[in-house]
T-cell receptor, first 116, second 108 residues
Framework: GAGVSQSPSNKVTEKGKDVELRCDPISGHTALYWYRQSLGQGLEFLIYFQGNSAPDKSGLPSDRFSAERTGGSVSTLTIQRTQQEDSAVYLC??????????????FGEGSWLTVV | GQNIDQPTEMTATEGAIVQINCTYQ??????LFWYQQHAGEAPTFLSYNVLDGLEEKGRFSSFLSRSKGYSYLLLKELQMKDSASYLCAVDNDYKLSFGAGTTVTVRA
């Protein structure tokens, strides 16, 4: 697609429920990132996918968080047993290369998650 | 670990110049990015520096000193639409580590 597409754009869920957030990266981009941004805070790295390599999961805050990338394209971020502190904007981004100027990453509009 | 520091807020007058500083201490360095983020929107790319010196792009310029772990973003001829958060990000191998962002408010 023309840009990074994320869905849902807004999600309100009850504490303890599971949620799935979807990201469709820019066509042809091999690298895909998930970041989290809490209100008034900077971007927190969650997970990184590059081609067929094993993903870098070092930023996932707990084992309730997981992510998959199927067919090297669409990615799903799953949060199990949501907690109120999970409320944030979840931003997906993609890039065509790793490192250097080609590593300009392009962000989607984000999925705004509110856990009540 | 990664440590990227930038001021929380800055205020300037329309038509003026503002300089946003960023200092960093990271385990790796493949370049430094500046992103602009308007409230409620996704960050958008502004600039990239990998070598020391100044990169100019219209009203926006970005400077890098790798030996000092320092960068700045210079916004000239400020316009009301420049009111936004400006994020400094270090390319650490393959992932970007972001600062908390500097909120710039432009007043008439």
């Amino acid at each position: 697609g023309a840009g990074v597409s994320q869905s849902p754009s807004n999600k309100v869920t009850e504490k303890g429920k599971d949620v799935e957030l979807r990201c469709d990266p820019i066509s042809g981009h091999t690298a895909l990132y998930w970041y989290r941004q809490s209100l008034g805070q900077g971007l927190e790295f969650l997970i990184y996918f590059q081609g067929n390599s094993a993903p870098d999961k070092s930023g996932l805050p707990s084992d309730r968080f997981s992510a998959e990338r199927t067919g090297g394209s669409v990615s799903t971020l799953t949060i199990q047993r949501t907690q109120q502190e999970d409320s944030a904007v979840y931003l997906c981004a993609s890039s065509s290369e790793t490192g250097g100027p080609g590593n300009t990453i392009y962000f989607g509009e984000g999925s705004w998650l509110t856990v009540v | 670990g990664q440590n990227i520091d930038q001021p929380t807020e800055m205020t300037a007058t329309e038509g003026a110049i503002v300089q946003i500083n960023c200092t960093y201490q990271t385990s790796g360095f493949n370049g430094l990015f500046w992103y602009q983020q308007h409230a409620g929107e996704a960050p958008t790319f502004l600039s990239y520096n990998v070598l020391d010196g100044l990169e100019e792009k219209g009203r926006f310029s970005s400077f890098l000193s790798r030996s000092k772990g320092y960068s700045y973003l210079l916004l000239k001829e400020l316009q009301m639409k420049d009111s936004a958060s400006y994020l400094c990000a270090v390319d650490n191998d393959y992932k970007l580590s972001f600062g908390a962002g500097t909120t710039v408010t432009v007043r008439a």
